[in-house]
């Protein structure tokens, strides 16, 4: 990607700062960022430049930006992404928000500014926040983070990454009122993430506050320097680490998961039937670490095809032919042979389906859609999944709670 990253960057600092020894093991290993987060790099360009020019996205629309992904190696392999309507459809909630702060006369914005975080984690630290408006007369301070992905929900409660932007915008634009002026004063981080449901949103704190994150932002940074760093595997930590793969302690982590440590266990047999010869409460460990096993999992079992591939010898394994592909008729031919199909068989060689919900709704617009379709459409019930016991989400009712005790044997 574009651009040169912290050693101890706000965007891992969730990473970091609950294990120290991160930066150490990530240290030379390749950028595994990906066209998502490329596709994310482009939409932030043409915000930046929407903010800075008072222009609007649709202006765009069509526009190519060009950068360099690494491939696995981290080689880097130039890519164009194009500003599409979807991306300016995304923009709006977030340009118009900043925007009404902004018709405050006394307001002031900075537009993807890179903060210096040194004051803060005792190297050369910095960040690049994507707005920030202070509000000398209103004594606010607001951090602006866009968010692009679609997968996880980004909460900006506590959000580490924002904290350290803030912490930096603090350090770079607070005006002297806001600091020699015992009057409150509130710091707003926003993340608009427009393409998750339940991501983004507002948090506040007070000055006061903000300075207490500085300190253990000090540190955290300073477990990183260490001579002998904590390891701290997990979820959280390691989901993104570039490390993960050659990390000794995310192995022995997931190792001692699923071993189980059965000498211990053995007099736990008796925990219940369902759960066979481990307890309940190692059932829970391994179950919140599913993805995390499973991904380990998957990188062996990727890592063992690349070597025997190459000729090297992985014992007790060898690669073998596995079933054959589905048939297929090539793009390239497609037409031709669609052609043949219909002087053969006519119309009954094309089947009639009717597009996706999504796709329909795209097309006709929300309020188009609801009118022509909105009664037809029905949605399946949620189905339930395990989270951890502190999930913010209400638990699912058990089976025995639909019915009268009398009825429950």
């Known amino acids: 990607m574009p651009g040169s990253h ?150 900006p409660v506590e959000n580490k990454q924002g904290l350290l932007y803030a912490l930096g915008a603090w350090t770079a634009y607070a005006p002297a009122s806001f600091i020699e002026d015992p009057a409150p004063v509130e710091i707003e981080i926003w993340i608009e993430q427009p393409r998750c449901p339940g991501g983004g949103g507002r948090w506040s704190l007070t000055r006061g506050e903000l300075l207490e994150w500085g300190e253990f932002f000090r540190e955290a940074a300073a477990a990183t320097r260490a001579p002998e760093p904590a390891y701290s595997p997990g979820e959280d930590t390691c989901k993104w680490c570039s490390a993960k793969a050659t990390c000794e302690a995310r192995a022995q982590f997931l190792l001692e998961l699923v071993n189980a440590d059965y000498d ?65 008729i090539p793009v390239e031919v497609q037409q031709e042979a669609m052609e043949v199909a219909e002087e053969v068989f006519g119309d009954a060689v094309f089947q009639r389906k009717l597009l996706p919900v999504s796709k329909l709704e795209k097309m006709l617009g929300k309020e188009n859609f609801d009118r022509a379709f909105g009664h037809w459409v029905k949605q399946n019930p949620p189905k339930p999944i395990l989270v951890p016991e502190d999930d913010k989400r209400e638990a699912v009712a058990p089976a025995s709670s639909l019915f009268d005790d009398d009825d429950v044997s």
């Not at 709006?92 to 903060?115: F, I, T, W």
């Not at 096993?293 to 010898?313: R, Y």
Request: with cysteine; glycine share 8%; proline share 7%.
């Open 6 to 155: 912290a050693r101890l960057s706000p965007s891992s600092a969730h990473r970091w700062t609950a294990c120290p020894a991160a930066p150490g093991e990530e240290a030379g290993t390749p950028d595994s960022a990906g066209i998502e987060a490329a596709i994310g790099t482009a939409f932030h360009h043409f915000a930046a430049i929407c903010l800075e020019e008072d222009r609007e996205p649709e202006e765009f629309i069509g526009e190519a930006y060009w950068l360099d992904i690494p491939d696995k190696d981290g080689n880097p392999i130039r890519t164009c992404i194009e500003f599409d309507e979807e991306m300016a459809e995304a923009m709006h909630a977030g340009l118009d928000a900043l925007r009404d702060e902004m018709a405050d006369p006394s307001a002031q914005m900075y537009v993807e500014k890179r903060v210096s975080l040194t004051k803060w984690l005792g190297e050369e630290a910095f960040g690049t926040a994507d707005a920030i408006i202070v509000l000398p007369e209103q004594r606010r301070m607001i951090v602006f983070d866009w968010k692009y992905g679609r997968g996880v929900p980004v909460s």
């Open 264 to 328: 211990e266990l053995a007099d736990e047999a008796t925990f219940g039937e369902d759960t066979g010869p481990i307890s309940k409460e190692m059932r829970t460990k391994i179950l919140l670490n599913k993805k995390m096993i499973e991904q380990w999992l998957e990188q062996l079992h990727a890592d063992a095809i690349s070597e025997l591939m190459l000729g090297k010898p992985v014992p007790g394994l060898k690669l073998v032919a596995g079933r054959r592909g589905p048939r297929h």
